[in-house]
């Protein structure tokens, strides 16, 4: 399915309340099977360690992001994600997108992108009404798919150094 298929499919569950993924209303987490909307879910639950380990141990940055995308652009109080580069020389990549009243940054550099196109290392903050909320360092190890997220801030406290 292209994006712009996908993009219609999504945005009709949106509408709907459910996500197209998962099969669950938006608002509501399916412990057993880790989607991309928990991201959309109030609480910031989808934002924990754990739980944000499994999202990524199911779909990759680029999904994710294509997703986030989406619902970016479904909503009226949304904005559609703004790639943005941070200087010329040392190859940083990113994009942010807003929702509402959260945002998301997703920063990775290039050397990070495995053999098969995947990005194996990068860094998520989250924010909400503009501050900084969550800041993590994603690494998907290997071709076992592991996830291991390394708290950089949780709820607003620096817990390691950038």
Known sequence: ??????????????????????????????????CPHWFLVPGWRGFRNRTLARVFEVFDLARLVDYLKIAAASGPAGEHGIPWRRGECDGVIGIAISWGRRGWEFSYDQRDIGPDGRVRRF???????????????????????????TPLVQRRRVVAPD
Request: proline share 2%; net charge negative; glycine share 6%.
């Open 1 to 34: 399915m292209d994006f712009a298929s996908l993009s219609s499919v999504i945005r009709e569950g949106m509408r709907h309340n459910q996500c197209v993924l998962c099969g669950t209303a938006l608002n509501t987490y399916l412990d057993e099977l880790p």
């Open 123 to 149: 860094v998520l903050a989250i924010r909400y009404d503009e501050a900084l909320v969550d800041k993590a360092q994603i690494t998907v190890a290997g071709d076992d798919g592991r996830v291991v997220v």
